[in-house]
């Protein structure tokens, strides 16, 4: 099965552990530490549902979230009501709402031109929802969309579940060896582990320049 039957699939079955009801506590206590400006646009990739796009969009930041399943980007507009427009652009099937923009699509098909707007980004379930083989791609491919300067937030997860994912453990080693060549980047915090052993880290990217 290919990656992107196995994610709608498990979108369709309603195996999405790794959605949280609520905004992500980090979000709330580290984002403001980024110094991001208000106003700024920000890249949300492999978004899911996530209500930290609805706080990210209540603090002033347009954003343009990135979701392969449909059936996710319609779960989240039905949260809220509110007008919806929908376009094609690019392959993209895109719907807004209000300051959101969701791109129904392959993250890996998004190009510089399409995210020129783009002056930040938030990565809460993007990096560790993908394989081994795939994440050095993702962090390639994120460095190309950002400009120098682009601040971000990456929520990273380690557990004792061998292989097993998504959600995927990847330790802070990991991180630092995608991210480091293009980011500068600093760990800011180590949660405690859940009751299932797992932890997640907090850190803050900036992008270096110029682009890849």
Not at 48 to 76: C, N, T, Y
Not at 96 to 108: A, H, K, S, T, V
Request: glycine share 8%; hydrophobic share 40%.
């Amino acid at each position: 099965m290919s990656m992107e039957n196995s994610w709608r699939q498990r979108w369709q079955e309603g195996r999405i552990g790794f959605h949280l009801e609520e905004t992500h506590p980090a979000l709330l206590k580290y984002w403001p530490t980024l110094g991001v400006p208000s106003g700024a646009k920000v890249l949300v990739p492999l978004c899911g549902k996530s209500l930290d796009m609805r706080w990210l969009a209540d603090q002033g930041h347009p954003v343009l979230g990135i979701e392969l399943a449909p059936e996710a980007i319609e779960q989240f507009l039905a949260q809220r009501s509110g007008g919806i427009s929908r376009y094609t652009q690019a392959g993209f099937e895109v719907c807004r709402q209000g300051n959101i923009e969701l791109w129904c699509g392959d993250f890996f098909h998004l190009h510089i031109q399409q995210a020129a707007e783009v002056e930040a980004f938030y990565d809460r379930a993007s990096l560790i929802a993908l394989p081994p083989a795939t994440r050095e791609r993702y962090a390639f491919h994120l460095a190309q969309l950002v400009p120098p300067g682009a601040k971000g937030l990456l929520v990273g997860l380690t557990h004792a579940d061998g292989d097993a994912g998504p959600p995927f453990s990847v330790p802070d080693e990991e991180i630092e060896r995608l991210m480091a060549p293009n980011f500068r980047i600093e760990r800011l915090a180590q949660l405690p582990a859940d009751a299932r052993g797992r932890s997640e880290s907090i850190w803050a990217l900036e992008r270096r320049g110029p682009r890849v």
